[in-house]
């Protein structure tokens, strides 16, 4: 995914053109850019593995990538194929790791424990002992490893595009970027960080499971320079790199000395090997040369009575990921916006036909969208979605609207058609004129945070597996007019949204995040249209591949049968 755009803030739907608006437009040919099995996401299809069960140490996991990495520069936004590679390789103060049924869930790794005061402003993590960085570096990490990351990512010498993850921070500005002296971080002793945050934030520590949070060697990095950093990176992880040959393949190898004792690495080489398209993917896979691959578009459903399915040579499954499209609404157009659009915009709700949006976008792997939150994120079942596929409801709440005529915009390029043609269609059923503009993707995003747009297709990719990653960036009055462009605000959702930012107890957190959604649904400044998911077939010669709803495996868990 490519393309950068500057603007006040990067945690955007489009999140700076980078990720999250790229990933949720893109075609499902590409729908590895949306990850894995999401948190909580069934997979379906799934034939029975080998009856082999004991893992078992050795041999080499081939795993395909539709692009190469590129950089690893700690200040670039990684795509879901850079992270996973990294993930592997690097570590931060917690992880989130992939449960056996698919969920995420946050644990320690650097950090063996942590804690905030009363209020969650202030929270001290607890390194573990003895955790050492990767040859050639090969010494112990400490707190003041921690600190100099947080200072390098967020010092404004280094532009980073990650930023906006920093925001919390007391003494980052609202670009997440701060000078050293001002940042909250502070190393109280060998292994005791302190970070200080400008606002209650109870889910933070969640935060800290993104690839932004890794922690590198800074000393290594000086000594070498960035650009050969950036090809070779150093962590704490599983893996450490051996080889890379660029635009084509990278080779990490296992290390035995890793600090995790509770089981794995196991296989000794992870092959990364670089594809230039999901149907050659598929080929070398047929071929037994990877051991996964992406099913190519419209092959979903063939893919499951495959004979090699069927046999258990092969597992096929489709699972879902933390990544919404969503038909948006500019809020202070004079049409659709505002309290004055509000039965329009719940009429319009009630004609989209999700299923049908599903098939045009996907051949059916895409799920129908059945609320805010996607399936897995805590929550995510509690409010469902109020407006079904209801056109008699729809040309009820339009009575007495008069003719309406919707300009309904989209991105050139994204294959995006049939999508815009089953909203066409649903919306004409109950009596709406749709005028359609498609526009290139880089005037497409400065149409839409200029507030020219009326009603148009976005999307958004979770930061991190917890409510606060769709409601707060998508639905908080000072961060919607940047992150999807709708310009939403209401007071009390705002103060729903902190409310449970300050909480600390899940329970009465969720139920503010109810609340919140319940009023977000009533106001409806956004459609949710459907869930991205991916479909892939893997050998069963590999073992515990778990898919991540972020993009990547926990690949030291895989063992060869």
């Known amino acids: 995914m490519e393309g950068v755009v500057e603007m006040r803030r990067r945690r955007t739907v489009f999140r700076g053109a980078v990720v999250a608006f790229l990933a949720a437009l893109l075609p499902v040919a590409l729908s590895c850019a949306c990850g894995g099995a999401a948190t909580g996401g069934a997979a379906t299809g799934a034939s029975s593995p080998g009856t082999d069960q004991t893992p078992r140490q050795g041999g080499t996991l081939t795993y395909p990538l539709t692009l190469d990495p590129g950089t690893f520069d700690p200040c670039v936004a990684q795509t879901d194929q850079g992270t996973a590679v990294l993930h592997q390789v690097c570590e931060g103060l917690v992880r989130w790791e992939?449960?056996?049924?698919?969920?995420?869930?946050?644990?320690?790794?650097?950090?063996?424990?942590?804690?905030?005061?009363?209020?969650?402003?202030?929270?001290?993590?607890?390194?573990?002992?003895?955790?050492?960085?990767?040859?050639?570096?090969?010494?112990?990490?400490?707190?003041?490893?921690?600190?100099?990351?947080?200072?390098?990512?967020?010092?404004?010498?280094?532009?980073?595009?990650?930023?906006?993850?920093?925001?919390?921070?007391?003494?980052t500005d609202e670009n997440g970027r701060a000078d050293a002296g001002m940042l909250g971080v502070k190393a109280l002793d060998r292994y005791t960080v302190r970070i200080t945050l400008k606002y209650p934030y109870s889910e933070f520590a969640d935060t800290l499971g993104n690839p932004a949070f890794f922690v590198f060697p800074l000393d290594r990095l000086r000594a070498v320079g960035l650009k050969a950093y950036a090809r070779h990176p150093v962590g704490t992880g599983p893996y450490r790199f051996e080889r890379r040959e660029a635009r084509k393949s990278i080779d990490l190898v296992r290390r035995p000395e890793w600090w995790d004792s509770s089981g794995g690495p196991y296989v000794d080489t992870i092959h990364y090997e670089v594809f230039s398209s999901v149907t050659t993917m598929m080929l070398a896979f047929q071929k037994g040369t990877v051991d996964w691959t992406y099913v190519p578009e419209g092959q979903a459903a063939a893919s499951q009575s495959l004979p090699q399915v069927t046999s258990g040579a092969w597992m096929a499954a489709t699972t879902s990921s933390l990544a919404i499209r969503y038909l948006c609404f500019n809020m202070t157009d004079p049409v659709v916006g505002g309290t004055r659009g509000v039965k329009l915009r719940r009429a319009l709700a009630c004609a989209c036909d999700r299923q049908a949006v599903s098939e045009a976008s996907s051949g059916g792997v895409f799920l129908p969208a059945s609320g805010l939150l996607p399936p897995g994120v805590p929550g995510s079942?509690?409010?469902?979605?109020?407006?079904?596929?209801?056109?008699?409801?729809?040309?009820?709440?339009?009575?007495?609207?008069?003719?309406?005529?919707?300009?309904?915009?989209?991105?050139?390029?994204?294959?995006?058609?049939?999508?815009?043609?089953?909203?066409?269609?649903?919306?004409?059923?109950?009596?709406?004129?749709?005028?359609?503009?498609?526009?290139?993707?880089?005037?497409?995003?400065?149409?839409?945070?200029?507030?020219?747009?009326?009603?148009?297709?976005?999307?958004?990719?979770?930061?991190?597996?917890?409510?606060?990653?769709?409601?707060?960036?998508l639905f908080e009055s000072g961060e919607s007019p940047y992150s999807n462009g709708t310009g939403y605000a209401n007071a009390d959702v705002d103060a729903l949204l902190t409310e449970a930012r300050a909480t600390p107890d899940g329970a009465p957190r969720r139920q503010w995040y109810a609340e919140a959604q319940r009023l977000i649904f009533s106001d409806a400044p956004m459609i949710p249209l459907i869930v991205f998911a991916d479909a892939r077939l893997s050998s069963s010669r590999v073992a515990d591949l778990r898919f991540s709803s972020l993009g990547w495996a926990d690949l030291w868990k895989a063992w060869v049968r």
Request: glycine share 10%.
């Open 381 to 473: 079942g509690d409010v469902p979605d109020p407006y079904g596929y209801e056109p008699a409801k729809a040309r009820e709440l339009l009575r007495g609207l008069g003719p309406v005529t919707l300009r309904l915009a989209w991105p050139i390029g994204q294959q995006q058609e049939g999508t815009i043609e089953v909203l066409t269609e649903d919306l004409a059923e109950i009596g709406v004129t749709v005028k359609t503009r498609g526009l290139p993707m880089d005037d497409y995003i400065e149409y839409i945070l200029a507030g020219k747009g009326q009603a148009y297709l976005a999307g958004w990719v979770a930061d991190y597996p917890t409510p606060d990653s769709f409601l707060y960036p």
């Open 98 to 171: 992939v449960q056996p049924d698919g969920t995420l869930k946050t644990v320690p790794c650097l950090a063996e424990s942590w804690g905030a005061n009363a209020d969650a402003t202030v929270w001290t993590f607890d390194l573990r002992h003895g955790v050492m960085f990767q040859a050639p570096v090969s010494r112990e990490v400490t707190s003041a490893d921690v600190v100099a990351c947080l200072r390098y990512v967020t010092d404004p010498a280094h532009g980073s595009e990650l930023g906006y993850l920093y925001v919390p921070i007391a003494g």
